[in-house]
């Protein structure tokens, strides 16, 4: 009698069991046991006590996740959902921990220079921006073969070729990482090696961030910029921090353009002497009327590259070989035509205003061997030389309201 109630007892048991899982639990699957009729999945780490509407179930320390939840995941970044952290490694069943994977679903630019990021998944759709070769994008959502990503400021479409993924945290953080700590107290001291009692160069404050050059036990060696030297900061004292290359927008990128152009120009326009032109006080005068009549409104920056405009012709086998004779060839300086030049001359002992001074001492100083338009020859108002087209030259470049080139 009693083994007939014991059969009983452990058939019930095994029937209920049974019935738990096939009917009252939403069609739960196990995420670290091998299953042939589901898709093999990543585990989950939970990061706040929550069952998510019935999505999860934790039975024997296992863990289970619904099949509408897991359906629901397609079309969601993961990475987004509170609660959970992605890991790239199952559950082990001796202490339930797992490496975890912060990466895992950033992707890395394999195009050859870059790849266009579009509003739509179609390549005739408009470009947003650009994600330059070994740029980091996370991906977002996958529709057949493009990748939604964020990256940047840009969200959008990529074709997903262009896109390297699955590739491990370490690869991550050592081929395309960029490290850079953040600083945690008041005040850091920075020195000049890994030594308590060594040399202080500098001192960083809290919340400034730095690159770093190298990262040992105790110490990082970082690069303080703004003050150009390298010294050595307790690791206690920051946050270390990995960044990635991001894509551009269209604006960011016009923005970066306008930058480089701007120092380009402040780069080919700066003060370089040459030697010395013998001239005399009639030349002086010509060359600073010139000067005044094509650019009387101008800084001494386009005063300067007009005077050089006029003695790079000098030196050049294009051109006559005197002041006077450059300046006075046909068809060169209006202003030696249309009476301009010629009243200028008769003002020029009594030159006295502030802008006329700056005429001569640009003149002067162009004699005198500064120049800083290199070889060039031509210059023109600045939106007639657009409209012709000449600011499409490799050398031009443009001071006030001046084309050079």
């Known amino acids: 009698m009693k083994r007939t109630i014991f059969s009983m007892l452990v058939f019930l048991s095994s029937f209920c069991t049974f019935i738990f899982f096939e009917f009252i639990l939403p069609s739960y699957l196990p995420v670290n046991r091998e299953n042939p009729k589901v898709q093999k999945i990543e585990s989950f780490s939970l990061k706040a006590i ?27 970044n993961t990475n987004g959902i509170s609660g959970f952290n992605k890991y790239k490694s199952s559950f082990s069943d001796d202490n339930n921990k797992a490496e975890e994977s912060q990466y895992f679903n950033i992707g890395i630019s394999i195009a050859d220079t870059y790849v266009n990021i579009r509003s739509d998944a179609n390549t005739d759709s408009d470009i947003m921006g650009k994600l330059y070769r070994d740029s980091a994008a996370i991906i977002l959502d996958t529709m057949e073969d493009w990748y939604y990503i964020e990256s940047g400021s840009v969200k959008g479409y990529i074709k997903s070729k262009y896109l390297k993924t699955g590739i491990s945290d370490d690869e991550l ?96 326009t700066e003060i370089k002497y040459r030697e010395e032109v013998n001239y005399t006080e009639d030349e002086l005068k010509l060359l600073a009327c010139l000067v005044h009549s094509e650019a009387g409104n101008q800084s001494y920056e386009g005063k300067l590259a007009v005077a050089n405009v006029v003695l790079n012709r000098v030196k050049s086998s294009k051109y006559p070989n005197t002041i006077e004779k450059v300046i006075y060839q046909s068809g060169q300086f209006t202003v030696a035509t249309n009476g301009s030049l010629a009243k200028q001359l008769e003002l020029y002992d009594n030159y006295s205003s502030k802008s006329q001074l ?41 001071i006030q309201d001046h084309l050079f080139w």
Do not use: C
């Open 50 to 76: 929550s069952n998510y509407y019935d999505s999860m179930a934790l039975v024997n320390q296992q863990l289970y996740l619904s099949k509408e939840y897991i359906n629901s995941l397609v079309d969601k």
């Open 173 to 268: 953080i050592e081929k395309y990482g960029i490290k850079k700590i953040t600083v945690n107290a008041d005040g850091l001291n920075v020195r000049k090696k890994p030594d308590p009692d060594s040399e202080v160069v500098t001192v960083i404050y809290e919340k400034e961030s730095y690159p770093v050059i190298d990262l040992l036990d105790d110490w990082v060696k970082v690069d303080i910029t703004d003050d150009k030297v390298m010294g050595y900061v307790k690791k206690e004292y920051v946050d270390i921090l990995i960044d990635f290359n991001k894509a551009i927008s269209k604006a960011e990128e016009e923005e970066l353009k306008k930058i480089q152009e701007e120092e380009r120009i402040k780069k080919e």
């Open 358 to 398: 700056l005429s001569i001492k640009a003149a002067k100083a162009a004699l005198s061997g500064e120049n800083n338009i290199g070889d060039r020859l031509y210059f023109n108002e600045y939106k007639a030389a657009v409209r012709k087209g000449h600011d499409q030259k490799k050398n031009s470049v443009k």
